[in-house]
Nanobody
Framework: QVQLVEPGGGLVQPGGSLRLACTAS????????LGWYRQAPGKERELVSVIITGGSTVYADSVKGRFTISRGRADNTVNLQMNSLKPEDTAVYYC?????????WGQGTQVTVSS
């Protein structure tokens, strides 16, 4: 059974920073893609940033230059450093893992950017 745990999230003021972390457990290897999506109220879930096998990274245009994705010390972890946060970054952020043609999701963590 694959489980993705996402501590972090919370309330931050515009211009502030927040760091999300995701730890995957279970039969997760080989990991093909690992990263983050988000869903704002009334909107579809969208890609934020992912790391692809080999280390390539993909970012949504809206977060380029502000967010940085990285793998943790263990291969089953991924972090998302979010800087210069904007109100439009407010959403539920979901960790996602692709392994052997299957996709897994975390339970989501709320990020709210507001003064």
């Amino acid at each position: 059974q694959v489980q993705l745990v996402e501590p972090g999230g919370g309330l931050v003021q515009p211009g502030g920073s927040l760091r999300l972390a995701c730890t995957a457990s279970g039969s997760i290897f080989p990991i093909n893609v690992l990263g983050w999506y988000r869903q704002a109220p009334g909107k579809e879930r969208e890609l934020v940033s992912v790391i692809i096998t080999g280390g390539s990274t993909v970012y949504a245009d809206s977060v380029k230059g502000r967010f940085t994705i990285s793998r943790g010390r263990a291969d089953n972890t991924v972090n998302l450093q979010m800087n210069s946060l904007k109100p439009e970054d407010t959403a539920v952020y979901y960790c996602n893992l692709h392994s052997s043609s299957r996709s897994y999701w975390g339970q989501g963590t709320q990020v709210t950017v507001s003064s």
